[in-house]
């Protein structure tokens, strides 16, 4: 997308939190639906098993631009929720309703539109 009259927003793209002894307490993802495909917009991954030792916490921030559709998901699990990037400067992202079908998420724009999408996590 990147227009430049656009405002991208900073969002954490995933995160992982754990307990002192290194077992994991939350973990989820985002992908965004960009140029047609679904996409991790991040820079990095999380670290696959261990913590960082000072840290009890690790996260990825990404930009994702007005307009765009972003999916949440834990690893192994289906998408969970769905959400709009407002094309103000509204920090927060836009809860959308969301059914899946047949390998397809419909998805409901604030303006009653509904978008048919691939199914991220199938």
Known sequence: MNDKTLIPQ???VAYKEYT??????AHWH???WR???WVYPGHR???SNDYPPLARWDYVEAKVWPGEIVADYSPGEPVS???LVPEDTEPELVELSFRRNDGVIEVVLPNGTV???PDPRP
């Open 10 to 12: 900073i969002v954490t």
């Open 20 to 25: 002192k002894r290194g077992r994991c307490l």
């Open 30 to 32: 985002r992908l965004v």
């Open 35 to 37: 140029d047609g495909e």
């Open 45 to 47: 991954r999380l670290a």
């Open 81 to 83: 929720a769905m959400y």
């Open 115 to 117: 978008l048919t999408l």
